[in-house]
């Protein structure tokens, strides 16, 4: 039998029960447990997130589900005894540290005596070593027909199936419609996969460049007050504050293209058609010197003939194959750095977007970009 319908079976062992022995209600626990979720996982499947799976949590002694690192408070508190029950789970939700101190579980505390009654009745439905559960898997054990309809009928109330629950994991929004995905989707990569048809020619692309660029970008992409520079550059990457712009740092005019459909004229954005992005690409080449001729002409055809300068300086992700990622070990989250850690600089300007006075006086040395 699988977890998750052994775990059914036992929703339905904990509803037909007398009241004296289980206090919460599961059903109404599976929403207190929304306060948990964000670190713990139960029910099939469940991984360990930031806290340790739930599964079998009652009867378990604290600090031993396998391959997670739980803190040493935990670990010896175990050795010291600590196994999960009804009375030691109450204690340890309602003040975490007061019962094991130095917990490494943030969380302030159930303070309502039924919200902890209805959670832990609620992991219970998901623990197998509990009394009532033991007994129920034994009388259990023919699968009579009544026992399937009560079992349905514990689904819906004790642990919804993954069907019933709408809008994903945490119960928000609904799915995107076919539409909305079609419109999102519209990244265009160094390949060339999903450039739209179209085509513009550098001296279009000036007159769109004037009109709906040039007012923060410059008429020549040099850039007005802190707005962004897009031409110029070259040989400075190696200075203290290099000048990235397309043609200096930027390794595919894919970029250019999709970053500049998607989101530009700033404020406006989606405002341009296809043609017009063509167009604007060419000119953009044009201000960075890649291309020459006025009349050049960009088009789906020969987009991906034109390579920019610095591309040979970019190399592929190759994170994967470090070895801490091809271990696939946990990755070290604090005092990860041997011999402590100094503060060598500090970013003065978090965003390049001009905004207030503040900004506009900002040195710019050691901004971020
Ligand atoms: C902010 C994250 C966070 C929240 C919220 C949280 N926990 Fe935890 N929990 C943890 C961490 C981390 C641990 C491991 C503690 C340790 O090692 O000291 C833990 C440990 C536990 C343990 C001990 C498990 C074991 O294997 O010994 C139980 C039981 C538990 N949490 C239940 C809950 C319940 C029930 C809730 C909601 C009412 C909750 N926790 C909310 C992070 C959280
Ligand atoms: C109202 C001011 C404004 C207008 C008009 C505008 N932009 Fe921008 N542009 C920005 C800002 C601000 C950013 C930086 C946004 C960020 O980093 O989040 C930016 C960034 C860019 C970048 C990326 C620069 C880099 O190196 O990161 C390109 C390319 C660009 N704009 C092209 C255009 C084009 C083409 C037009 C005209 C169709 C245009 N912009 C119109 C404000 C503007």
Redesign the pocket.
């Known amino acids: 039998m699988s977890k998750f319908l052994k775990a059914l079976v036992i929703g339905t062992a904990l509803a037909s029960l007398p009241a004296a022995a289980v206090a919460g209600d599961p059903a109404a626990g599976e929403k ?2 929304k ?2 979720a ?3 996982a139960v029910g099939d499947g469940a991984k360990h997130k ?3 799976e ?1 599964n079998d ?1 009652l009867g ?1 002694t ?4 396998e391959v ?1 690192k ?2 040493k ?2 670990i010896s508190a ?1 050795e010291d005894g600590l196994v ?1 029950d009804e009375a030691t ?1 109450t204690a ?2 309602t003040k ?1 540290r007061d019962v ?1 101190k ?6 302030a505390g ?1 303070r309502k005596e039924q919200d902890l009654d209805n ?1 832990i009745a609620y ?1 219970a439905t998901f623990s197998a070593d509990t009394p009532a559960a033991e007994e129920e898997q034994s009388s259990a054990e023919p699968a009579e027909p009544e026992t399937k309809v009560q079992t349905a009928e514990a689904s819906a109330t004790a642990k919804p199936t993954p069907e019933l629950r709408e809008g994903g994991t945490f119960h928000l929004g609904r799915k995107a419609t076919e539409d909305e995905v079609a419109a999102w989707d519209i990244d265009v990569r160094p390949d060339g996969t999903g450039l739209p048809e179209g085509s513009g020619t550098v001296a279009d692309g000036e007159v769109l460049f004037t009109d709906n660029c040039a007012v923060c970008h410059g008429d020549f992409g040099e850039g007005v007050g802190r707005w962004p520079v897009l031409a110029g550059g070259q040989d400075t990457l190696r200075n203290a504050r290099p000048e990235k712009t397309i043609g200096s740092y930027w390794p595919y005019l894919s970029t250019v293209y999709d970053y500049v459909r998607r989101s530009m004229p700033y404020g406006n954005a989606r405002s341009l058609s296809d043609d017009d992005v063509y167009a604007l690409t060419a000119y953009l080449l044009y201000l960075n010197d890649i291309v020459e001729d006025e009349d050049f002409e960009l088009s789906k055809d020969n987009f991906t003939e034109i390579r920019l300068p610095n591309e040979a300086n970019f190399i592929p992700d190759d994170r994967m194959e470090e070895p801490h990622y091809a271990q696939k070990a946990e990755p070290c989250m604090s005092d990860c750095k041997p011999d402590g850690v100094t503060i060598t600089m500090r970013a003065r300007i978090l965003d390049v977007t001009p905004g207030s006075v503040d900004d506009d006086d900002a040195s710019g040395v050691g901004g971020v970009d």
């Open positions: 207190v447990f306060k948990c964000a670190c713990h930031v806290g340790p739930l949590v378990r604290a600090g031993t589900a997670y739980y803190s408070a935990m175990g999960w789970l340890y939700l975490p094991v130095g917990t490494k579980m943030a969380f159930l959670v992991l």
